[in-house]
């Protein structure tokens, strides 16, 4: 039986890219309150976790810039720093000098990051970790970078609306996942990833009642098996070392399976035209 490794990572960025965002005044109590509760949270659960705060080469659009004390109270907590970047333009040399300027701005400040997240999706991809291809990110080759897909999205582990079925599927997900693991060697992933600002009321500086007890929930439930609690740059480092090959799952596809019939059509049309538009589009043009 292989192990499960459980990844957590937190999406922190700021409250303008919420969807059904209005500016009345409130700042970003996504990063502000969230993110300490957060921190307070995966300390409880004894869970480790990797912070992706939003840097941009826009120093107004950067978590360092307008708020420090974030990244020294993840590093005094000891859950791993990371970054991401929100380019809308669809040009190489634009996401280039946001990402590089990003990481020259992290490293000034003394922090040193392995890690970035960038979300899409992608068709016919490993579940595992995998080295891309130069040539076609969706296969495998011998570039640099070592991808690791999210694996929750597919199993339902994910908070998204305060409904019944979203309480079972997350836990059905889990040990779909666990019983896949007893039939492979190597470790399997299982991914939880959660934006700052869910836990707080839109356009509102207050908690979300429901969205924590969701956590508290899952993670209790979670604590019945046993696995491995890694940062992203750990599982990273841990699995090259180990030497383990990229794989595939067959894993049901339980959010079109087991959730309300309009979701359900909601989450097919999610899963298979955009990420079929995607991949046409960059075999075609050869962009992301």
């Not at 826009?58 to 380019?87: A, C, R």
């Not at 199993?155 to 007893?182: C, P, W």
Request: proline share 6%; aromatic share 14%.
């Amino acid at each position: 039986m292989g192990e499960v490794w459980l990844i957590c990572d937190v999406d922190a960025e700021f409250e303008y890219l919420r969807p059904g965002y209005k500016n009345l005044g409130q700042g970003d109590p996504g990063l502000t309150l969230g993110v300490p509760f957060l921190l307070d949270f995966f300390k409880e659960y004894d869970i480790k976790a990797t912070f992706h705060f939003q840097e941009q080469k826009d120093p107004n659009l950067s978590v360092l810039s307008k708020y420090p004390e974030l990244y020294q109270m993840t590093k005094k907590y000891k859950q791993e720093i990371s970054f991401h970047v929100h380019v809308r333009e669809d040009n190489y040399e634009t996401r280039k000098l946001e990402i590089s300027t990003a990481f020259q701005r992290l490293k000034e400040h003394g922090y040193e990051v392995s890690s970035f997240i960038a979300t899409k999706n992608w068709l016919r991809i490993p579940d595992s970790p995998y080295h891309p291809s130069y040539n076609d990110i969706t296969k495998i080759g011998d570039a640099k970078i070592l991808m690791i897909p999210l694996t929750n999205r597919r199993l339902g582990i994910i908070i998204h609306k305060d409904k019944e079925y979203e309480k079972r599927l997350m836990k059905k997900g889990v040990q779909t996942l666990f019983s896949v693991a007893q039939d492979i060697e190597q470790p399997v992933i299982l991914y939880f990833t959660i934006h700052c600002w869910k836990l707080i009321e839109l356009n509102r500086t207050s908690f979300r009642p429901w969205v924590i007890q969701r956590m508290k929930d899952f993670f209790d439930f979670l604590g019945k098996f046993n696995f491995k609690s890694l940062t992203v740059k750990e599982a990273g480092t841990l699995w090259e070392e180990s030497g383990f090959k990229p794989y595939f799952l067959n894993l049901p596809e339980l959010t079109s399976t087991d959730t309300p019939i309009p979701r359900c059509y909601m989450h097919r049309v999610g899963k298979y035209v955009g990420p079929k538009v995607s991949y046409i589009k960059y075999k075609l043009l050869g962009r992301l």
